[in-house]
T-cell receptor, first 112, second 112 residues
Framework: QQQVKQSPQSLIVQKGGISIINCAYE??????FPWYQQFPGKGPALLIA?????SEKKEGRFTISFNKSAKQFSLHIMDSQPGDSATYFC???????????FGSGTKLNVKP | NAGVTQTPKFRVLKTGQSMTLLCAQD?????MYWYRQDPGMGLRLIHY???????AKGEVPDGYNVSRLKKQNFLLGLESAAPSQTSVYFC???????????FGPGTRLTVL
């Protein structure tokens, strides 16, 4: 059973537009929801993360929206730039699980 | 600090051959992880370790073995490589007190 489902698989956005990537999770015990950014040929790097005690977290142009009742969370990239073109992964975990469950990834292409 | 390093960067094996992938971290992290990344499937956990001398199975452990004889190193072994093990392998580490994983640059493995 896939623990974290991510959509869309790919996304094309014009420069200056808003990129939105969605994730849904199964296990209500999860209490940590990070987003990772991966450039070609590199390892993933933490972008932003949220815990379920808040509904939104913003860091610069990147915002996570969290809906606990729907078991969904999303990444919003405001004023998208060509340099944001990368693959984005959502994930979920509970520290006592010692494991992280990743979504399938979204390849974002920001057109100049 | 080099962070998380992986050796080798690329490798081509023939079916049935064996090999060992090395992950090293210089951040004194307790936790270390091995993931495989396949197109459309995100990152899937192979094995992980919560400390020196301990290892545990992840989501997709079959065909792989691991060892953590030193805190800074986490080895992933393929005893008899199969074409289904063609993938990009990522190692990650994290501190006990935080949830942030730090990833290495990856090893691209092709099994013919």
């Amino acid at each position: 059973q896939q623990q974290v489902k991510q959509s869309p698989q790919s996304l094309i956005v014009q420069k200056g537009g808003i990129s939105i990537i969605n994730c849904a999770y199964e296990n209500t015990a999860f209490d940590y929801f990070p987003w990772y950014q991966q450039f070609p040929g590199k390892g993933p790097a933490l972008l932003i993360a949220i815990r379920p005690d808040v509904s939104e977290k913003k860091e610069g142009r990147f915002t996570i929206s969290f809906n606990k009742s729907a078991k969904q969370f999303s990444l919003h990239i405001m004023d998208s730039q060509p340099g944001d073109s990368a693959t984005y992964f959502c994930a979920a975990s509970k520290p006592s699980f010692n494991k992280f469950y990743f979504g399938s990834g979204t390849k974002l292409n920001v057109k100049p | 600090n080099a962070g998380v390093t992986q050796t080798p960067k690329f490798r081509v094996l023939k079916t049935g051959q064996s090999m060992t992938l090395l992950c090293a971290q210089d951040m004194n992290h307790e936790y270390m992880y091995w993931y495989r990344q396949d197109p459309g499937m995100g990152l899937r956990l192979i094995h992980y370790s919560v400390g020196e001398g301990t290892t545990a199975k992840g989501e997709v452990p079959d065909g792989y073995n691991v060892s953590r004889l030193k805190k800074q190193n986490f080895l992933l072994g393929l005893e008899s490589a199969a074409p289904s093990q063609t993938s990009v392998y990522f190692c990650a580490s994290r501190m006990t007190a935080t949830d942030t994983q730090y990833f290495g640059p990856g090893t691209r493995l092709t099994v013919l």
